[in-house]
């Protein structure tokens, strides 16, 4: 398993907004919260939603409990990707695009022809 670091946005039902990144210790409180190895791929957004949790109690952002921070969650997701807009470069990902060249081997049937 590669590390798991995953960056959160805590929006809280005030309005407050907050940063965490999880990290491997968040994962192992989940596992032992419910006692399952894989609660991550079967309860998604509950254990996304408890490792922020757990995350912002390990780095002293929060104080509440899991019950009542998870009241308070409004939602709890990583961030959006700004830097895609960086990178656009006015292409539709749903239309495809002819290649820039035919490929080499396209290329030697046609010398061959």
Not at 88 to 98: E, H, S, T
Request: hydrophobic letters at 35%.
């Amino acid at each position: 398993m590669s590390a798991l670091r995953i960056q959160l946005d805590c929006e809280m039902v005030d309005g407050s907004i907050f940063s965490v990144v999880t990290s491997t210790r968040d994962l192992a409180k989940l596992e032992a919260h419910t006692n399952s190895p894989d609660s991550f791929e079967r309860m998604p957004v509950t254990s996304m939603r408890y490792m922020a949790w757990t995350a912002a109690t390990r780095q002293g952002l929060t104080a509440l409990t899991w019950e009542e921070f998870d009241e308070q969650l409004e939602d709890a997701m990583p961030p959006a990707e700004e830097e895609a807009d960086a990178d656009d470069d006015g292409l539709d990902p749903g239309q495809p695009v002819a290649p820039a060249s035919p490929s080499s081997r396209s290329a030697k049937r046609r010398a061959s022809t």
